[in-house]
């Protein structure tokens, strides 16, 4: 008869003492977080160049050889090709130079 009123009891002072220890405990002071951002990436007034003749190019071509109609070949070595060469290039480079 006891033990289920022990029970009961128990497990209301152990929800008591979750909510009311934290309460009674000291606050510890705020501990100031350091913010660490990363630099903001900024490009350079090439590289901003580059990427919109990246896609003016395609697109200009694409007008001019209407690949739709027309065999996609000429589009592809001239519309894409040299964008996919000079992108290519500047990976290529930019690993060059990191490994120095």
Not at 49 to 58: F, Q
Not at 74 to 84: D, S
């Amino acid at each position: 008869m006891f033990s289920g009123i022990q029970e009961f009891l128990l497990i209301v002072l152990i929800v008591l003492g979750v909510f009311l220890v934290p309460r009674m405990m000291n606050p510890r002071p705020a501990s100031q977080k350091v913010l660490l951002r990363r630099p903001a990436l900024r490009f350079s007034w090439t590289l901003r160049l580059a990427v919109v003749l990246s896609i003016l190019w395609p697109v200009a071509c694409a007008v001019y050889f209407k690949p739709w109609q027309q065999d996609v070949i000429p589009f592809a070595m001239v519309g894409i090709g040299p964008v996919v060469v000079g992108w290519s290039l500047k990976w290529v480079l930019a690993g060059m130079k990191n490994k120095r």
